[in-house]
């Protein structure tokens, strides 16, 4: 349970620094937590915990010379067959790697799989990525025109329940990002995209480094550089997915603009009026 309740911290710190101010949490939930903190034991709670942080050094990509396709069907095989990228992955899941245009303006890029993502292993399929793709639509383009990533291949893991499925999500540790960070920087050497977009905090302290700032609102909407590319900094989707205003709205699109202007999209009056 510890480990757990470590994950919940993670999680609610993560939340402020993008300026998350109140959660829902069930009745179920908050008994737990009750019994958590009184050192009580429920039943069926949860099974051993999470495999530890990656102890093997960061790999080293030498891909062959040839098409973008073939450097990219090439990444993919080592990154699907990554030992250890398979030894986080739980029986019936996916590794999950990047998808979209080789030639994609515009790259984006996430944390880490959820749920959705790690069965069926795309990157944002579930409700944030089905947001994500709307976000796109609103640009002028659509999915298979952008490429799409995660910082990490795997669902970072949580304890599981009696019939060992996992709920909820955790963000990566630092040790679980730096491994995989350099095929996130191989699929940016094989796209050379115009602009790349960091989607939430976790994943731009995976780019920028940890440390580099304490909330989101210090480096969202300005431009930085990773991999020898413009980097815009915006929220993640699942921001809006709890925060349906208007205002927070436009503060994504405002970024997207920006992304749209660098990467030489036409941006019409109607699109800059969005959610004003």
């Known amino acids: 349970m ?3 309740l470590n994950a919940i911290a993670e999680e609610l710190r993560r939340l402020k620094a993008v300026g998350v101010e109140c959660v829902n949490v069930s009745e179920e939930g908050l008994r737990r937590l009750r019994a958590a903190q009184a050192g ?3 039943p069926a709670v949860d099974a ?3 495999a530890p942080a990656p102890s093997a050094a960061p790999p080293v990509i030498e891909l062959p010379a040839g098409s973008k396709a073939a450097r990219w069907a090439a990444l993919r095989e080592i990154v699907l067959n ?3 990228c398979l030894s986080h992955v739980r029986p019936g899941k996916k590794v999950v790697f990047g998808v979209g245009s080789l030639d994609a303006r515009i790259m984006f890029v996430g944390e880490a799989p959820g ?7 795309e990157p944002f399929v579930g409700p944030a990525g089905q947001l994500l793709t709307r976000m796109i639509a609103a640009m002028g383009l659509d999915r298979a025109s952008v490429y799409i990533g995660n910082i990490m291949n795997w669902r970072p893991e949580m304890p599981v329940n009696a019939n060992g499925v996992q709920f909820g999500n955790r963000p990566p540790t630092p040790e679980e990002m730096t491994y995989c ?3 996130l920087v191989k699929q940016i050497e094989v796209v050379a995209p115009q602009v790349i977009v960091a989607l939430g905090a976790t994943a731009a302290q995976g780019l920028l480094g940890f440390g580099a700032f304490k909330t989101l609102g210090e480096v969202r ?3 930085r550089e990773f991999a020898g590319k413009p980097l815009m900094i915006t929220y993640h989707p699942s921001y809006i997915l709890r925060n349906q205003s208007n205002r927070s709205k436009r503060m994504i699109w405002e970024d997207l603009l ?8 036409p941006v019409s009056e109607k699109q800059r009026g969005y959610f004003l």
Do not use: F, T
């Open 115 to 121: 749920a959705e993502e790690e069965v069926q292993g």
């Open 48 to 50: 051993p915990p999470p």
């Open 181 to 183: 960070l350099p095929y």
């Open 258 to 265: 920006k992304v749209m202007e660098r990467s030489d999209l």
């Open 2 to 4: 510890r480990h757990a």
């Open 40 to 42: 009580r034991k429920l």
């Open 82 to 84: 990554d030992p250890v």
């Open 221 to 223: 909407g300005r431009w």
